[in-house]
């Protein structure tokens, strides 16, 4: 009941956040931005998915690697754009990293070898690579709200009008947090102290962080660029200066793993981002929503690989049926 109960609980918030802007914002205006994308612009953006999988199933392969499992570059390609695919359709926004953890640690560690990869590492291998973006992505964040003026006024005027209630939110992220790390520290110490270590190996170690870095930036900068790619596609007359810092803030709403694929999250966070940069609510939403759409459209070949992997799944059984009935192969 609770495995189906979670699933089905983020859904429902996705659509409660989604009805709630739709009920205070115009959807006749946004429907119309959003029949009148430019298609250039939409063509690069889904393009930009490319080097955008590219980079990032690179830096699992190498986090992998560090650990000590193999992960061979056609399977790392392969599998970033099924899990990308499945965090874009079912909920949490995480079910496709853990069902690439589960494939990696269930395959063969080398071809023709007779032990399969330890599902342990496997799954520590892409929570590291994913925390390794993340870790990333919230510096980028941070470095965007200091850089930017509009941000920074726009938040001490909101922290001043709500100082209460924001007061709220920091303390309890470090209640959560900190009973979180007192039930781990208690029940899986074993496992928390091997995942530390690889950790420092994968992460932290000074022949590897500047990969990890860099490799991360550049991800973060292509979902940047698919961000302004959204906002040429919208035809908004908007100066690039003036939308990159509000994009990264964007993106870390995006992380909270409550939706499906962070809608809702996303364009609730730009409902309140864009006025605190004295932009209009409405715009920020139509950029969110336009993003998520090309984002969508760019991970579709992850829906060529479930195809493929279900072609292929009833291609071994009639295979094995007709060799259990004495048929030639």
């Not at 790392?76 to 099924?82: M, P, Q, T």
């Not at 102290?193 to 420092?200: K, N, P, Y």
């Amino acid at each position: 009941m609770n495995q189906w109960l979670s699933p089905w609980l983020r859904l429902a918030v996705t659509l409660a956040l989604l009805g709630v802007l739709a009920w205070k914002l115009d959807t006749g205006q946004l429907l119309e931005r959003f029949m009148a994308l430019s298609p250039a612009w939409v063509m690069l953006a889904v393009l930009i998915g490319i080097p955008q999988v590219a980079i990032s199933a690179w830096r699992w392969r190498m986090t992998a690697h560090r650990i000590g499992i193999a992960l061979r570059w056609p399977t790392a390609i392969r599998e970033y754009y099924l899990a990308t695919f499945l965090n874009q359709v079912l909920p949490g926004g995480v079910l496709g990293d853990a069902a690439r953890a589960w494939r990696h640690g269930n395959t063969r560690t080398q071809p023709g070898a007779g032990q399969p990869s330890p599902s342990g590492p496997a799954v520590r291998a892409v929570i590291i690579e994913r925390a390794s973006g993340q870790v990333a992505l919230l510096l980028v964040a941070v470095a965007a709200i200091c850089l930017s003026p509009a941000l920074r006024h726009g938040i001490a005027r909101a922290w001043h009008t709500q100082a209460m209630t924001l007061a709220w939110l920091p303390l309890a992220a470090l209640l959560l947090a900190g009973i979180t790390m007192g039930v781990l520290r208690r029940r899986r110490w074993p496992a928390l102290a091997t995942f530390g270590q690889d950790i420092r190996r994968t992460l932290l170690a000074i022949s590897v962080w500047p990969a990890q870095l860099v490799s991360s930036l550049l991800v973060i900068a292509t979902y940047v660029a698919v961000f302004l790619c959204a906002a040429q596609a919208l035809g908004l007359q908007r100066p690039v200066p003036q939308l990159l810092p509000l994009i990264p803030p964007l993106l870390m709403a995006m992380a909270i793993p409550l939706t499906v694929a962070g809608w809702g999250l996303r364009e609730g966070a730009a409902a309140l981002i864009w006025p605190l940069a004295g932009l209009p609510a409405q715009e920020g939403v139509a950029l969110s929503v336009t993003y998520g759409l090309l984002v969508l459209a760019a991970s579709l070949p992850g829906l060529v690989v479930v195809l493929w992997d279900r072609r292929a799944s009833r291609v071994a059984s009639v295979r094995q049926k007709m060799a259990s009935e004495g048929h030639p192969g």
